[in-house]
């Protein structure tokens, strides 16, 4: 006869510095909240310039994002990460404010250089596209590829951009991303490859491509 074995239960998830500060924050601690804010400020930054594409639009929208959190960490519950729900702030901000965008005069990107070697995911998009072609020097292919990549981007629709930004750029896996837009890992996927597809479409007349 078998006797009945006690199974342990999984030991708690240990608390990161974010969690606890943002637990502090939903009591009222502004101090902690703070904190939080230098903790991530500039990620949320670079992040709302590469959905958004203009750097004093993006400094706008990361302080909206946080103003948005301050006013609505009572509602943050934790079933997330802290920085996964402002993230989410931040890229429907920025997104929104790319749809709005769009409806106007296109405006040149501007901002800083992105920061990829050409083992970057978003590198090899370009790359790909690229066949047999003759290899420049490293330094000069990589600000060419940024060019071009960043032409490319600036033609997609402010979702298929974020989802681009997000994985290929960001570098977040898909459940990452599934949480911060609030979509099953399944839809990231599908939308991820549209928006691959969508984007190595438009950068062939820059590669010399049919």
Not at 117 to 139: F, I, S, W
Request: positive net charge; contains cysteine.
């Amino acid at each position: 006869m078998m006797k009945n074995r006690t199974i342990p239960a999984p030991a708690p998830r240990r608390a990161s510095e974010a969690d606890v500060l943002a637990e502090q924050a939903r009591g009222g601690d502004m101090g902690a909240f703070s904190r939080l804010a230098t903790l991530y400020m500039d990620r949320i930054v670079n992040t709302c310039w590469r959905v958004c594409g203009h750097w004093e639009d993006a400094q706008d929208l990361a302080q909206e994002a946080f103003l948005h959190a301050v006013q609505g960490i009572s509602s943050f519950q934790g079933r997330s990460g802290f920085y996964t729900w402002l993230f989410r702030i931040a890229v429907n901000l920025s997104i929104a404010h790319r749809r709005k965008q769009a409806r106007g005069p296109r405006l040149a990107p501007q901002g800083q250089e992105l920061d990829w070697d050409q083992n970057h995911q978003a590198a090899k998009l370009v790359g790909r596209t690229r066949g047999q072609a003759p290899q420049p020097a490293e330094a000069l292919q990589a600000k060419e590829t940024q060019r071009i990549l960043l032409a490319g981007l600036e033609e997609l629709d402010p979702e298929q951009r974020a989802m681009i930004v997000l994985r290929d750029i960001e570098d977040l896996d898909y459940r990452q991303i599934a949480e911060v837009l609030d979509v099953p890992v399944g839809t990231v996927k599908s939308r991820l490859h549209r928006a691959r597809m969508e984007l190595r479409a438009r950068l062939k007349p820059a590669l010399g491509e049919e």
